[in-house]
């Protein structure tokens, strides 16, 4: 994992759900590519995807359920994982949870 980015664009409005307990920012490169940059309080959350993503978590701990699956997987600091797109996955967030979402185009 990459531990910092260099020469991006930075949306300074926050990305704000479920009441203010997961947040994150917008980052830009160069040629389209965009990520997010967040931070998960514990509780439980559904999202929805457009595009592909892949998820890194930095720190923390959740319990994830993809598409299509019938068990959840834990998921700790230095893992990732991959979510199709037009899909919905849930998370069951135990401890703050420090991760950077990048939308796959």
Do not use: H
């Not at 300074?12 to 479920?18: C, P, S």
């Not at 994830?64 to 230095?78: M, R």
């Amino acid at each position: 994992m990459m531990s910092e980015f260099k020469n991006v664009t930075v949306i300074k409005e926050a990305n704000v759900y479920f009441d203010g307990k997961v947040t994150s920012r917008t980052i830009l490169f160069d040629g389209g590519c965009r990520k997010t940059l967040g931070i998960m309080l514990p509780g439980e959350y559904e999202f929805n995807t457009a595009a592909p993503e892949l998820m890194e978590i930095l720190s923390g701990e959740l319990d994830l359920l993809l598409p299509g699956k019938n068990e959840w997987q834990a998921v700790a600091g230095g893992d990732s994982f991959d979510v199709p797109g037009n899909s919905l996955f849930r998370l069951r967030v135990k401890s703050l949870t420090d991760y950077c979402c990048s939308f796959i185009s």
